[in-house]
């Protein structure tokens, strides 16, 4: 019993590292505690299960908000399956560099499968906080969860070597470079302008969706914007089908004499979510389509499973996804869109990042307004803004929206709930990080050097028995 109270607080600890906590040094406690119950109880699957569930049951509470309970505790239960090789492995070793290798091979793989991916809860994001969060633009998001699991081993083992490392990477950390110098900048308007109501329901008045952050936008202008943005789903009519939407668009756009970044969903061979740039005529110049679609969200896998266990399945109508990378240009400048979902996948975030001086999300916390969710995934575009060294514009219908600098600092936020917007001069980045231009061989490092210390520690534990 005393086992699986241990386990209950790393488990605790670990969620309270997330928004809307997010204390960053509760998470290397978490698991440091969870490394000790593993190598002092016995029943070490029961122990990594337990702790899998009750911390992503606590940090994905949000998804209780408005689908019940049912499709929540399922996906809390689905995040037990990656950690389990570490209670088959704890069984026949007590070895930290073990445990730290096969915790992060266990991202790894929930970043990838099934579906795609489901990276929510990954350690990194819990760090944004952490002295070594500015370590990401060169070294990447999987080496900012080993440095935290490191924290963990030194916990466990005081050692010096360990130690005189981490302070080495403290001081890099103050170290690295936020981004290269702006040479130029755009003056921005990011429109919050809500929803009537909250809920799965969000979007079922979409004109007046529309509506409502047409008048913000009227409202907050000043003359002086060179781009205007507007959040995922912020136009839920199809502004290249129908007549009333497009007849509001270019009365806005006539208006206020300036280009428009929005979120929309079109009709083009299937249901597409959208970043429309739209230009002073009002003619759309550019339109991304959304690559990384939400699974049971934008489209349902496994449909029939999914109906029986939950009816909002059946209101789901799939969407299609794009393949191709399309950055909008504005006056000659590069504006990357990520849409939403998409801020979870390193490899696409890196692929829009590189060729965009500036980037923008796009997303919608409708759904689950009044919860953690919004500040969680501000925390993940946090830190988004420091691997690619750009600034950012996180947009929301509903809110949390911000403006992030390349440090991952929030220069300007609007809360959940509020009407309003965010007004800036961003400065313009075109160059890229040493992250960004690496991509995904720093993963690859960061396993193998996790991996060459765990072969060390192994064969140290071998020969001292």
């Not at 959040?231 to 206020?256: C, Q, S, W």
């Amino acid at each position: 019993m005393k086992g699986l109270l241990l386990t209950s607080l790393a488990a605790l600890l670990y969620a309270l590292s997330f928004e809307p906590v997010a204390i960053w040094f509760f998470a290397p406690i978490a698991y440091a505690l969870l490394f000790w119950v593993l190598n002092n109880f016995q029943r070490k699957i029961v122990h990594v299960s337990l702790f899998a569930f009750l911390s992503n049951l606590v940090i994905l509470s949000w998804t209780n908000s408005f689908v019940g309970s049912i499709p929540w505790i399922l996906l809390s239960l689905l995040q037990i399956i990656y950690i389990l090789p570490l209670g088959f492995f704890a069984k026949k070793s007590r070895s930290a560099p073990l445990f730290i290798f096969l915790v992060l091979l266990s991202e790894s793989l929930k970043s990838r499968i099934p579906f795609g991916g489901f990276a929510w809860t990954r350690i990194a994001f819990s760090q944004i906080d952490s002295p070594y969060s500015p370590l990401v633009s060169v070294v990447g998001i999987t080496a900012l969860s080993g440095i935290t699991l490191l924290v963990s081993y030194l916990l466990l083992h005081p050692n010096r070597r360990i130690a005189l490392l981490l302070f080495t990477l403290f001081v890099a950390s103050q170290l690295a470079p936020a981004s290269s110098h702006s040479v130029d900048s755009l003056n921005v308007l990011a429109i919050q302008g809500g929803v009537p109501e909250r809920g799965l329901n969000f979007n079922a008045r979409a004109q007046a969706v529309l509506d409502l952050h047409i008048k913000t936008s009227l409202r907050d202008r000043d003359g002086s914007e060179d781009l205007i943005i507007w959040p995922e789903n912020a136009i839920d009519v199809d502004p290249l089908k129908n007549f009333v939407a497009e007849r509001k668009l270019n009365g806005l756009i006539k208006t206020i004499d300036a280009e428009l970044l929005a979120g929309a969903i079109v009709q083009e061979a299937g249901l597409r979510n959208t970043s429309i740039l739209f230009d002073n005529s009002g003619a759309a110049k550019s339109i991304y389509i959304k690559r990384k679609l939400t699974p049971f969200g934008e489209y349902i896998p496994l449909r029939p499973i999914a109906e029986f266990i939950s009816p909002y399945a059946e209101d789901v109508t799939d969407f299609t996804a794009g393949n191709t990378r399309v950055i909008h240009e504005v006056q000659g400048h590069q504006i990357g869109s990520v849409i939403c979902y998409e801020v979870l996948t390193d490899g696409l975030v890196r692929d829009i990042a590189s060729s965009s001086d500036l980037l923008v999300v796009h997303t919608n916390s409708a759904t689950f307004s009044g919860s953690s969710e919004g500040m969680q995934q501000l925390a993940i575009t946090r830190l988004r803004a420091i691997e690619s060294g750009k600034s950012i514009i996180s947009v929301s219908t509903t809110g949390p929206s911000a403006i992030v600098n390349p440090r991952g600092e929030v220069l300007q936020l609007l809360e959940d709930g509020e009407i309003g917007s965010l007004k800036a001069r961003v400065p313009l980045i075109s160059t890229g990080t040493i992250a960004t231009r690496l991509g995904g061989w720093l993963e690859v490092a960061v396993l193998l050097l996790a991996g060459f210390f765990t072969f060390a520690s192994l064969r140290r534990e071998r020969y001292s028995l």
